[in-house]
């Protein structure tokens, strides 16, 4: 039976026939040999942060699609704060035993090209936003409430005016994870139902944001 890391770190091996020069495929291969030991790394260090033993996974098909989509993010250069979102996605959904490819590629879609700032803004929507059930409705005090909770940590976090925050918020629009409600002055922005999930697979508050 093959055994998660040994799989983790056989990945590499496809990055072999680059089709570039002798002189250029020694160089991309030496920065994918380091993008690939530092992804093998997030990874294991996640699974024990979790106390998930690697004997605990079975590797199926739907954790082979998992790996393989981690590992074309660590390829193309995401950041190590990405790859420990990534990574504490599937230990969540392993702790759980709902380990789904598809549930994993989508949130690795958006997670994956979040930038710091984003991220940190992120973290505080969702944490201020775990204390309200689910269902959202549009208008009800408590999403006001928990959205001003998370505007001024992140602005005192990120030490940013108002407008700088609230052009981070529209910008996670695009992920999928935050939703933006009218009928207030300068908008509101509430976890949306794909970022109550991420949050319940994923303490992201916890993260260390600035790796």
Same mark, same amino acid.
């Not at 230990?91 to 759980?96: F, I, P, T, Y």
């Given at each position: 039976?093959?055994?998660?890391?040994?799989? =983790?770190?056989?990945?590499?091996? &496809?990055?072999?026939?680059?089709?570039?020069?002798?002189?250029?495929?020694?160089?991309?291969?030496?920065?994918?040999?380091?993008?690939?030991?530092?992804?093998?790394?997030?990874?294991?260090?996640?699974?024990?942060?979790?106390?998930?033993?690697?004997?605990?996974?079975?590797?199926?098909?739907?954790? =082979?699609?998992?790996?393989?989509?981690?590992? !074309?993010?660590?390829?193309?250069?995401?950041?190590?704060?990405?790859?420990?979102?990534?990574? !504490?996605?599937?230990?969540?959904?392993?702790?759980?035993?709902?380990?789904?490819?598809?549930?994993?590629?989508?949130?690795?879609? &958006?997670?994956? &090209?979040?930038?710091?700032?984003?991220?940190?803004?992120?973290? /505080?929507?969702?944490?201020?936003?775990?204390?309200?059930? /689910?269902?959202?409705?549009?208008?009800?005090?408590?999403?006001?409430?928990?959205?001003?909770?998370?505007?001024?940590?992140?602005?005192? !976090?990120?030490?940013?005016?108002?407008?700088?925050?609230?052009?981070?918020?529209?910008?996670?629009?695009?992920? $999928?994870?935050?939703?933006?409600? &009218? $009928?207030?002055?300068?908008?509101?922005?509430?976890?949306?139902?794909? $970022?109550?999930?991420?949050?319940?697979?994923?303490?992201?508050?916890?993260?260390?944001?600035?790796?």
């Amino acid at each position: 039976m093959t055994l998660l890391p040994d799989f =983790i770190g056989d990945i590499a091996a &496809s990055a072999s026939g680059l089709p570039f020069g002798k002189a250029v495929s020694s160089l991309v291969e030496g920065v994918w040999r380091k993008r690939q030991e530092r992804a093998k790394e997030v990874f294991l260090d996640e699974m024990r942060r979790g106390n998930l033993p690697p004997s605990y996974v079975q590797v199926d098909d739907e954790t =082979i699609a998992i790996l393989l989509r981690f590992n !074309r993010a660590a390829m193309e250069g995401a950041a190590k704060r990405n790859l420990r979102l990534m990574a !504490r996605v599937f230990v969540g959904m392993a702790r759980v035993h709902s380990i789904q490819a598809d549930e994993f590629l989508s949130l690795a879609d &958006s997670l994956s &090209s979040l930038r710091r700032e984003e991220a940190v803004v992120l973290a /505080d929507l969702l944490c201020a936003f775990k204390a309200i059930e /689910d269902g959202l409705i549009e208008n009800n005090q408590k999403n006001v409430n928990a959205f001003q909770e998370a505007k001024e940590k992140s602005m005192a !976090r990120l030490s940013i005016n108002e407008e700088g925050y609230l052009s981070f918020c529209g910008s996670l629009l695009r992920t $999928g994870f935050v939703l933006s409600i &009218s $009928g207030f002055d300068g908008g509101v922005y509430i976890a949306s139902p794909m $970022g109550k999930r991420l949050a319940k697979l994923v303490e992201i508050e916890a993260i260390d944001l600035d790796a």
